[in-house]
């Protein structure tokens, strides 16, 4: 009988987050929708957040990092072993002994077109700019601020009469329809390094 069924391990994650969690509830959606064949560990959050309702809603187990949160989140990192650590609006730069532990292990969102306006309240930046396109980035986490190898980055057109709210809105849907499905990739590891680019095997969307 053995070896007749073989249970299915699904890849597993833990997610980061100090915010509001939309995205954490997006790529939550996607493992129960099966568009994202991974399990949540669990979501760490390094202070108070709405992050934390969410998971409590999803049933699904979060951590609050205790300080100092660095060797707390080395810990619960060791602890869990996930396959790939997702920042979602986690709002600290990581050490480098994680960083450099986890290389290619970390993936991380931003709300612009990167290079372009890295670190806080990037969608504000650039709508005060006066960008006509702007976007989002899905990236390796590197040592930096928002510089890590690039995986996916997504153009978004800012229409004249777009007021900031519609811009954050936008961003927003874009950032929730692609992460999951860019992390599905990242865990199939369909994806090669050639020079600092990253290159996907397959388009997405
Ligand atoms: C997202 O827009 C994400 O791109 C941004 O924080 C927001 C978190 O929203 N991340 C950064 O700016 C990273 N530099 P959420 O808490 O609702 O997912």
Redesign the pocket.
Known sequence: MCGMFQRRVLPRIVVL??????????IANATQKGLLKAEIQALLVDRE???VERAKRLDIQWIRLEKPWNSSLTKYLERLKPDLIV?????RILPSEIVKEWQWKIV?????LLPAF??????EKAYNYGVKVSG?TIHFVDEG??TGPIIFQKALEIKRDWSLKKL?EE??KL?HRYYPLVIQKVLEKKWKIVGRRVILEEDIG
Do not use: K, R, T
């Open positions: 987050a100090s915010g509001n969690g939309s995205n954490f509830e997006a957040c709405f992050a920042l979602a609006g986690f709002m991380n969102i931003h709300p612009s890295p670190g806080m309240h990037a969608i989002i601020v928002d954050e961003i927003h950032e």
